[in-house]
C-alpha cells in the first residue's frame, strides 16, 4: 500500500512567538548590533580604563570599567593591543578577535585557555603573542573559517564559500559539467542560505542559489583574495540575521593596514594534470583538452596613516572546455555518417564552451576620530560563459550565459562610551541572461525506440540538436538600502541591540521556452519533413520582463543578558515584510477567469480545491504579515573559566518566496508554448484535429507559426495560478550542545557536540489543478501517478501554486579543532555531521504531477543528504619556508530517487528513496604543498602544488534504483520480481562524481 503521513506534525505558528514575546515585553529599550564587529567585554578593576588599539590600522576604542566590567563593540575582526589602566598602572596585552564573535577576556583573572599571555610592548611582539580568543559563551551553533584556512587549505577554485564544509552541517558539491558549485545545510537545498559580507546580505531574490553569483556558474561569487575570515551559523542566529531558513555565513572583507602590502598569484592546470574517468579510460568519451587559469592581484596600505586605508583586489578566471558531438543514444550508436552531409559537418566540428570571469573589489577605510569609522566598498562582477555544448548538442545548439553583480556599501559607525550606532547605504545591481547562440528555427533529430521502429506514432529518442537554441531568460535585481544597527552597553549585564532595514529593490524575471520553433524529425523516415513543432507565441500580458518595484522591511530587538558569570541568556525577536506588487497587484485575465467557471470537473462539487482560491482581482492579495521570528539562546559556563560550556536555543527564521515563482502565472500567458503535429507516415495525428496539420514549409517561418494561434491564442498553453494566500517559507530550529576548551599535548583545544533539531515548512509547490469529470484526481483504482489529461478549455493543463513543501532534520554536529599559531606551526580540524533528514518532495522539487497535493504523502529520506559525513583538515609549517595542508572527505552514501510499485496491478506507487550498496559514497583527499622564498627585502616569491583527489578515488555516481515490480499473488505486499540488481552500481554504468585527480601549479609574489 502506499505509505500516508497520517501524523504529519504542523506546530502552531504562534506558540513560539507568544512565548517570547513575554520575555521580551521586560526589555524596553530597542537597541541591535552589527553581524561582523567583533565585541570584547569582561571584568576589570572598578574605574579601570581599558583601550583597544588594532596594531594595523591605529584604530582606538576605550571604555571604563563601570562596577567592575566592561565592554567595547564594533571592532573589526584583527590583532589588537589592551591596555589596562587602573591606579595609575598601566598592563598590556595582545588578543586577536574573529568576525561577528563576542569574546569575553577578564582583565583581573589569569587569562582562559587559548587566550594570549605576558606584556604586548612592540608591534612585533602583539603579532607573536596575540592568539584568537575562544568563543565559547554563545548560543550560536557557530564556527570560523579562518584567514589562514582560506589561504593554506587546497582547492580548486577560488570560491571562498567552498571551505564551508569543514563546519559541520554543511555540504559543498561541485557539478562535473558545467562545474557549478553550490552549497546547502541539512535537508534544506540552496535557496535558505544568506551570506553576509561586511554586514550586508548577498540575498537573490530572484534565482535559487541562495545568494547572487552563486547559481548556474562556474565562477565565484565574491573574490577570495578580499576575505579575510567568515563565521558560519548553522542554526540559532540571533535576531539580526534576516531572509534565511537554514544556515548563515557573515565573512569580513580585509582592509588596507599602515603597511603597504600587495599579493600577486597564478593559478593553472589542464588536461594533461588531470586523470582521466572511468568513461575515457574504456573510450567511451573522449578526452577533452580542458585548460584552466585563475589570476589575479591585491595591493592596500595608508592614504593617511592611522587615519585612512585603501584595499582594491581583482581577480579572472578562464576556463576553456573543448566538446565533442556524439549523437546519441547511447543505446543505439547511430553514425555520424548517417546523417545529412551539412549535419555531419557540424557533428565533426569540435568546439569549445570557454568561461570566463573578472571579479574586483575596493575598499576605503577612514577613521577621522577615535569614535568614527567610515568605510566605502564596491564590487563588480562579470562572467560570460558557453554552456549546452557536446553530446547531442552541437555548437549551433549552445547557449551564452552572462551574468553581473555591482555592489557599493557606505557604512559609517560611530562609538560612544556606552553605546555604538552602525549605519549602511547599499546598492546593488545583478543580472543573469542567458540567451541562444542561433537565433531560428531549431531542429531535433531523433529515432524511434528500439522494437518500436514499425508502430505509429512510437516513443522517440534524441540524436542531434543543431539550430536555435532552447533557453532565453532576463532575470535581476536592482536597488539600494538603509539599515541602522544600535547596541547599548550601559545597562549593567545586558547588551541591548535594535535594528532595521528599508530595501527597495526592483525585480524582474522573464523565461522563454523554447524561444526558437523547434523541429522534430524522425530520421528513419525523412530529413526534412518533421513530425513534430513546438514554438513559444505572444499571449496574454506585457512581453517583457515581469518587473515589480519590490519594498522590505525588517526590524529586530535582541538581548543579551548576562545574568551572571555562568548563565547568559539571548532573548530577540525580528519581523519582516515585504511587498511584491506584481503578485499582489495582478489581476487574472478575465478570458482566463471564464474559462474556469465553464470548466466542469473544477466546479464540481466533490473537487479538492477550489479555484477562486487563485483568481486575483487586483485587491484581493496581501503582503504577508505573519513573519515574527522569536529566538531565544542561552550559554551556561559550568565552572566560570569559559572551559566548558553547554548552550541551546529555539528560533524560527523565515526565508523568502523567489521571485522566479511568484512571476511565472505572469511570464507563462506572456510567451505561450504550442506543440502542433505533422501528419506524416508513422506520426498518424488525425485523432486530434485541432492541433494536427499537413506539413507545409511554409511553417518554417514563425510568422506562419504565429498565425496558426492568432485565432485561438491561448490554445494548449500551460497556465499557472498562485494561491492568493500564498505564505513565506520559514523553518524552526531548535539546538542543544556543550562546548569545551582544553589542553592536550601541551596545546590548547576546542571541541563541540550539537544536538539540532529543524523543521521547514511552507515551501513553494505548483500541481495540476486539473480535475476528470467529477472532480476527482485519479481513476478509480488509483493512487500515484496518472494526472487527469482532460485541458481547461481554450487553454492546457492547469498547474496551480500553494504551500506544501516541508522537510524534517535531526542532526548531531561535532567538531574539535586546534587552532593554527605561528608559536606552534600547525593546526588542525575534524567536523562530523550525522543526518536524519526527511521531506515530502523529492529534493525541494516545486512540481508534483503524480498527487494532487502533499497533504497524505509520507515522508521520505531527503536527496542528496548522507547519514554520515566527516571532513578533517590540516596545516603544518615543515620548515625552510615550507608548508603543507591536506583536507579528507568521507561520507556514507547519500539517499538516491526511486519509485517503489509493489503492486502495478493496483498503481500503488510511491517515490521511496534507498541507500546504494557501498560502505562509503564519497571520499576525496587532497593535499597542497607550498614553498616561499624570502629574497631579503619585502618582495616574497613563492610555489604551490595543489593535488584534488590524491588517490583518484572513483566515486560511483550510477547507481541502479529499479526494485522491480509486479505483484506477488502469494504476498501482494512483496514484489514478483525483484531486481536483483538494485541497489548496486548500474551495469555498464561508469558514471562518477568529479573530480578525478587533478593538479593546478600556482606561482605567486608577496611584498
Not at 507568544?18 to 524596553?28: D, G, I, N, R, Y
Request: proline share 6%; charged share 20%; glycine share 8%.
Amino acid at each position: 500500500m502506499k505509505q500516508r503521513n497520517r501524523n504529519t506534525f504542523h506546530p502552531n505558528r504562534k506558540l513560539l512567538s507568544c512565548a517570547l514575546a513575554s520575555c521580551l515585553a521586560m526589555v524596553t529599550p530597542h537597541v541591535m548590533a552589527q553581524s561582523t564587529s567583533a565585541t570584547l567585554r569582561g571584568v576589570a578593576t572598578a574605574d579601570a580604563t581599558v583601550t583597544v588599539t588594532n596594531v594595523d590600522t591605529g584604530l582606538t576604542r576605550s571604555a571604563k570599567a563601570a562596577n567592575g566590567s566592561y565592554s567595547i563593540g564594533g571592532l573589526p575582526p584583527g590583532t589588537y593591543r589592551i591596555e589596562v589602566n587602573a591606579g595609575g598602572q598601566t598592563s598590556s596585552r595582545a588578543v586577536t578577535l574573529a568576525v561577528g564573535q563576542t569574546a569575553t577576556l577578564n582583565l583581573q583573572e589569569a587569562p582562559p585557555v587559548s587566550a594570549p599571555t605576558g606584556d604586548a610592548t612592540t608591534l612585533d611582539t602583539v603579532r607573536v603573542t596575540a592568539p584568537m580568543l575562544v568563543e565559547t559563551k554563545t548560543s550560536e551553533v557557530a564556527t570560523y573559517v579562518s584567514q589562514k584556512q582560506i589561504e593554506m587549505l587546497p582547492q580548486n577554485s577560488r570560491n571562498f564559500l567552498a571551505f564551508a564544509d569543514t563546519v559541520p552541517g554543511i555540504t559543498v558539491t561541485r557539478s562535473g559539467v558545467d562545474e557549478t558549485t553550490s552549497l546547502r545545510s541539512g535537508a534544506q537545498i540552496s535557496n535558505g542560505i544568506n551570506v553576509f559580507i561586511d554586514g550586508v546580505g548577498q540575498k537573490d531574490y530572484v534565482l535559487k542559489g541562495g545568494v547572487t553569483g552563486q547559481d548556474s556558474t562556474a565562477g565565484n561569487p565574491f573574490p577570495q583574495s578580499a576575505v579575510g575570515e567568515y563565521k558560519v551559523i548553522t542554526s540559532n542566529y540571533k535576531a539580526e540575521y534576516d531572509q534565511l531558513s537554514s544556515a548563515a555565513i557573515t565573512a569580513v572583507t580585509k582592509s588596507g593596514t599602515n603597511e603597504f602590502k600587495g599579493n600577486f598569484f597564478w593559478d593553472y592546470t589542464n588536461a594533461d594534470w588531470t586523470a582521466r574517468t572511468p568513461r575515457q579510460r574504456l573510450g567511451r568519451d573522449a578526452v577533452t583538452k580542458r585548460t584552466a587559469e585563475q589570476y589575479g592581484a591585491s595591493l592596500g596600505g595608508p592614504i593617511i596613516e592611522d587615519m585612512l586605508h585603501f584595499f582594491v583586489t581583482y581577480e579572472g578566471k578562464d576556463i576553456i572546455r573543448p566538446r565533442s558531438v556524439t549523437p546519441g543514444p547511447s543505446n543505439r550508436n547511430v553514425p555520424i555518417e548517417a546523417l545529412p552531409p551539412a549535419v555531419q559537418e557540424l557533428a565533426r566540428n569540435t568546439t569549445g564552451s570557454p568561461f570566463n570571469e573578472e571579479l574586483w573589489f575596493g575598499k576605503l577605510s577612514w577613521t577621522p576620530g577615535d569614535a568614527h569609522l567610515v568605510e566605502f566598498t564596491v564590487k563588480d562582477r562579470k562572467e560570460d560563459d558557453l554552456v549546452n555544448i557536446g553530446g547531442m548538442n552541437t555548437a549551433s545548439y549552445a547557449t551564452s550565459r552572462t551574468g553581473s553583480d555591482k555592489r557599493f556599501d557606505l557604512r559609517y559607525q560611530y562609538s560612544a562610551e556606552n553605546w555604538l550606532n552602525d549605519a549602511h547605504i547599499t546598492y546593488e545591481d545583478a543580472s543573469f541572461g542567458p540567451r541562444p547562440v542561433t537565433m531560428g528555427v531549431a531542429s531535433q533529430y531523433q529515432i524511434p525506440a528500439p522494437g518500436q521502429e514499425n508502430n505509429n506514432n512510437p516513443a522517440m529518442q534524441d540524436v542531434i540538436f543543431f539550430g536555435g537554441g532552447p533557453d532565453w531568460q532576463e532575470k535581476g535585481q536592482k536597488g539600494y538600502a538603509i539599515q541602522n544597527d544600535f547596541t547599548f552597553y550601559g545597562w549593567q549585564g545586558h547588551t541591548l541591540k535594535a535594528g532595521f532595514k528599508y530595501k527597495q529593490i526592483d525585480i524582474s524575471a522573464l523565461q522563454r521556452q523554447p524561444p526558437n520553433p523547434r523541429f522534430r524529425y524522425d530520421i528513419l523516415r525523412s530529413f526534412t519533413v518533421p513530425y513534430e513543432v513546438t514554438f513559444t507565441a505572444t499571449g496574454i500580458g506585457t512581453e517583457g520582463p515581469v518587473e515589480s518595484d519590490s519594498k522590505q522591511f525588517g526590524v529586530f530587538l535582541q538581548d543579551d543578558w548576562e545574568i551572571n558569570e555562568h548563565l547568559t541568556v539571548n532573548l530577540g525577536l525580528r519581523w519582516d515584510y515585504e511587498e511584491t506588487p506584481s503578485f499582489e497587484d495582478h489581476v487574472t485575465p478575465a478570458s482566463l477567469v471564464a474559462a474556469l467557471r465553464s470548466y466542469g470537473p473544477i466546479n464540481n462539487p466533490n473537487v479538492d480545491y477550489d479555484y477562486n482560491d487563485f483568481i486575483s482581482t487586483g485587491n484581493n492579495r496581501k503582503a504577508f504579515k505573519d513573519a515574527w521570528q522569536p529566538r531565544v539562546g542561552f550559554s551556561y559556563d559550568l565552572f566560570g573559566d569559559q572551559r566548558h560550556v553547554i548552550f541551546g536555543g529555539a528560533g524560527r527564521a523565515y526565508n523568502r518566496n523567489q521571485f522566479d515563482f511568484m512571476a511565472r502565472e505572469q511570464y507563462s500567458l506572456a510567451f505561450q508554448s504550442y506543440t502542433y503535429r505533422f501528419n506524416t507516415p508513422g506520426h498518424n495525428c488525425s485523432n486530434a484535429p485541432a492541433t494536427c496539420l499537413q506539413w507545409d514549409p511554409r511553417y518554417l517561418d514563425q510568422a506562419a507559426l504565429d498565425a496558426l494561434v492568432a485565432a485561438n491564442p491561448n490554445n494548449g498553453t500551460t497556465v499557472y495560478m498562485i494561491d492568493n494566500e500564498i505564505k513565506t517559507p520559514y523553518s524552526d530550529q531548535f539546538s542543544l550542545g556543550m562546548r569545551n576548551a582544553f589542553e592536550m599535548f601541551g596545546h590548547g583545544w576546542n571541541s563541540s557536540v550539537t544536538l539540532l533539531h529543524i523543521l521547514s515548512h511552507d515551501g513553494i509547490l505548483f500541481s495540476k489543478g486539473n480535475r476528470l469529470a467529477d472532480g476527482s484526481f485519479f481513476p478509480p483504482g488509483r493512487s500515484f501517478g496518472s494526472p487527469p489529461p482532460s485541458n481547461l478549455p481554450g487553454f492546457g493543463q492547469l498547474l496551480i501554486g500553494r504551500n506544501g513543501v516541508e522537510t524534517r532534520l535531526t542532526s548531531l554536529l561535532l567538531s574539535l579543532e586546534k587552532p593554527y599559531t605561528t608559536q606552534s606551526g600547525w593546526g588542525a580540524t575534524v567536523a562530523y555531521t550525522y543526518s536524519d533528514a526527511k521531506e515530502n518532495r523529492n529534493n525541494h522539487d516545486t512540481f508534483t504531477f503524480d498527487y494532487p497535493d502533499l497533504e497524505d504523502v509520507a515522508f521520505m529520506k531527503s536527496l542528496g543528504v548522507p547519514k554520515h559525513r566527516l571532513v578533517a583538515t590540516g596545516m603544518l609549517d615543515l620548515g625552510w619556508g615550507m608548508n603543507l595542508s591536506s583536507k579528507l572527505t568521507l561520507s556514507s552514501p547519500d539517499a538516491r530517487e526511486s519509485l517503489d510499485c509493489i503492486s502495478i496491478d493496483t498503481w500503488n506507487c510511491y517515490f521511496n528513496p534507498y541507500y546504494a550498496d557501498t560502505t562509503i559514497g564519497y571520499k576525496q583527499l587532497d593535499m597542497a604543498l607550498q614553498k616561499v622564498w624570502d629574497t631579503g627585502t619585502d618582495l616574497q616569491f613563492r610555489v604551490r602544488l595543489d593535488v584534488l583527489n590524491v588517490f583518484d578515488w572513483n566515486n560511483w555516481t550510477g547507481w541502479d534504483g529499479n526494485r522491480g515490480g509486479g505483484r506477488n499473488p502469494a504476498n501482494p505486499n512483496s514484489v514478483a520480481n525483484p531486481n536483483p540488481n538494485f541497489g548496486k552500481r548500474s551495469i555498464n554504468n561508469y558514471d562518477i562524481a568529479y573530480p578525478t585527480r587533478t593538479v593546478k601549479l600556482s606561482f605567486g609574489l608577496n611584498w
